[in-house]
């Protein structure tokens, strides 16, 4: 990853919270709650901008901090759903959006995000997975088809968090064999299953815990 020091550059530099999001950010800090980070987050919102993104799914969402990035870069009208199977920390996403009357362009959706997205046809424009690193080859295989040319699917904690990449390189550098944990195998998975995607061009980017940005460029 990035030394200490290009990380504190990065952050200086990079997109600032603004009052909500601190308020959100001091939450997680509190609660030791993995939320996507200032800087991910930022380029979610770039993500959406340069899109034009009108529809957004999210596969994990919390208490909403990663939709509330999502919000600020989608054009009025834009909407994005929320999925979560913690009733509290998505009844806590609905509070923060009905405050900055935000909650008519969200969807919260209690329950499995990989049940949720069978109620929905999408298309979609952007995509985060940010659920049990598992299950993130299934949510791609589960929304590949709602996604239409230049839409794009962010995948989170590629490189950390709940994963060290370390233990994923030898495995693609020389084909070691990965460890025996369900996190790792997941990513190690995802990765191969979005890049071996012909529809799909995919980059790994270090911001963050590590995003993986993966393109529809052909139907
Ligand atoms: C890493 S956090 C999401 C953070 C959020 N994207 C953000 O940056 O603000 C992952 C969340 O996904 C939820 N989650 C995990 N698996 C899920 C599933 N299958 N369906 C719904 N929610 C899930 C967890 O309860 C947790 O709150």
Request: glycine share 10%; proline share 4%.
């Amino acid at each position: 990853m990035l030394s200490e020091q290009a990380k504190r550059y990065v952050r200086e530099t990079g997109p600032q919270h603004d009052e909500i999001q601190r308020e959100m950010a001091a939450h997680a800090d509190e609660h030791g709650f993995p939320i996507i980070g200032p800087d991910a987050g930022g380029l979610l919102r770039s993500i959406a901008r340069m899109r034009g993104a009108e529809q957004v799914f999210e596969f994990g969402s919390g208490f909403g901090y990663s939709a509330y990035w999502f919000l600020q870069g989608m054009p009025d009208g834009g909407e994005v759903v929320l999925t979560e199977f913690d009733e509290d920390e998505l009844a806590l996403a609905e509070e923060f959006f009905e405050r900055e009357g935000l909650a008519d362009r969200a969807y919260f959706e209690y329950g499995d995000a990989m049940e949720t997205i069978e109620r929905y046809d999408g298309a979609f424009d952007v995509v985060l997975i940010d659920h049990q690193k598992h299950r993130y080859a299934d949510a791609f295989r589960a929304i590949r088809d709602q996604l239409p040319v230049g839409a794009a699917v962010v995948a989170d904690n590629i490189m950390s968090g709940a994963v060290d990449f370390h233990d994923i390189l030898p495995y693609f550098e020389s084909g070691e064999s990965l460890p025996d944990d369900e996190n790792t195998r997941g990513i190690a998975e995802y990765l191969e299953t979005v890049r071996a995607d012909d529809e799909f061009h995919t980059v790994v980017l270090p911001v963050g815990s590590g995003l993986a940005i993966s393109t529809r460029e052909r139907a």
